[in-house]
């Protein structure tokens, strides 16, 4: 069992930055992965980024460039630093962890999920 908490979201001006925290705790060594995912109004869930426990990283097309996960090993803490915002990235972003050893971003690979964190940016 993982708890996620998300925490970091606000509101910014297009070209603004946030950084994004997902702090995790509970049966951390069942974690292999950490996603983050984001849900604009009238929008299923898009995957943004995922981080494996070993350090692989990786973002989708319309935010690389852009958007940077990392991670805190020692504080169990996953970062999404977040330049360059642009009005198309507002959205509730959530954290999911994974179990399984694979690269999906499909929202129904992950177990665990935090209640996210509003991103809005505006123009």
């Known amino acids: 069992q993982v708890k996620l908490l998300e925490s970091g979201g606000d509101s910014v001006q297009d070209g603004g930055s946030l950084r994004l925290s997902c702090a995790a705790s509970?049966?951390?060594?069942?974690?292999?992965?950490i996603a983050w995912f984001r849900q604009a109004p009238g929008k299923a869930a898009e995957g943004v980024a995922r981080?494996?426990?070993?350090?692989?990283?990786f973002v989708v097309d319309s935010v690389k460039g852009r958007f940077t996960v990392s991670q805190d090993l020692d504080q169990n803490i996953v970062y999404l630093q977040m330049n360059s915002l642009k009005p198309g990235d507002t959205g509730l972003y959530y954290c999911?962890?994974?179990?399984?050893?694979?690269?999906?971003?499909?929202?129904?690979?992950?177990?665990?999920w935090g209640q996210g964190t509003q991103v809005t940016v505006s123009s």
């Open positions: 999911a962890a994974s179990g399984l050893a694979d690269w999906s971003l499909d929202p129904a690979r992950y177990s665990y």
């Open positions: 509970g049966n951390i060594p069942e974690i292999r992965h």
């Open positions: 981080i494996w426990r070993r350090g692989d990283t």
